[in-house]
């Protein structure tokens, strides 16, 4: 179904007083422009992808990107933390381009990414786009994924074990994505992705090594709403990450 068809039977939906549909729909087409801005063609993975994960599963992937969805599929399975398990909605795996020279990482899914499966889909995400379209860039050119990829019920902060649990499919979605540079968003991300228990405001403002891959840290966008003066820092810390990706061409 195009993207169209679905606004024009929201449109339609919008005078109903059904908020389940509105919200269906609404995920839908959420759903729909990640599909789009990861250059997936909607509705038509190919049937050579369908048909190896369905029947091969542990057969290597022909692509990125089929690779990262064969990952994403195993993902989805996951329940390795029974309490967020228990109560995610969805297991947001991460969106974007999986040949990204640049993944940003956050701490863990909030309310709206849990509903809708997707990353920075709520007012931090909406922060998150205006950064990276500061940078000349736009979500689909990039990847964008969290340290957990279920929600801590009640957006508490994620425990050790969570961390120690969810690491494992981080690292695997860098290997597979092979960034030029990453981006860690906040403390959880700089930490988890340093093994660090420095503070943000000391890992910002350097280039670091993160297992052979550049790795910038900045604040987290939601910080950033609570805390407006400190954009301007957010900013120098972008530009260093530009001026890294421009090193790399
Ligand atoms: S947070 Fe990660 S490790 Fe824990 S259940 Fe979700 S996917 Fe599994």
């Known amino acids: 179904m195009q993207r169209s068809t679905l606004l024009n039977l929201h449109l339609k939906l919008s005078f109903m007083t059904n908020p389940k549909i509105s919200r269906l729909i609404k995920s839908l087409e959420s759903k729909l422009e990640t599909l789009e801005l990861d250059g997936a063609k909607v509705l038509s993975i190919s049937k050579k992808t369908q048909t190896s994960l369905q029947t091969n599963p542990g057969e290597p992937a022909s692509s990125p990107k089929d690779a990262l969805i064969q990952f994403k ?64 860039m736009s979500r689909k050119d990039v990847f964008i994924c969290n340290v957990l990829k279920c929600r801590p019920p009640q957006n508490r902060n994620p425990n050790p074990e969570e961390i120690i649990n969810c690491s494992p499919y981080l690292w695997r979605q860098l290997d597979l994505i092979q960034p030029k540079i990453i981006c860690a968003l906040g403390k959880f991300a700089a930490q988890t992705l340093l093994s660090s228990t420095q503070t943000i405001s000391q890992l910002r403002g350097n280039v670091h090594d993160c297992r052979g891959f550049k790795l910038i840290c900045t604040f987290h966008p939601a910080y950033l709403l609570r805390n407006p003066t400190d954009k301007r820092k957010a900013w120098d810390d972008l530009k260093k990450v530009k001026a890294e990706l421009e090193k790399s061409v």
């Open 73 to 136: 599929n195993e993902v989805n399975q996951c329940v390795k933390c029974g309490e967020l398990a228990k109560s995610r909605h969805s297991v947001v795996f991460g969106a974007g381009n999986a040949k990204a020279k640049l993944v940003f990482v956050g701490e863990a899914p909030g309310h709206d990414e849990d509903e809708q499966g997707l990353p920075f889909v709520g007012s931090a995400g909406q922060l998150l786009t205006k950064m990276i379209e500061a940078m000349g």
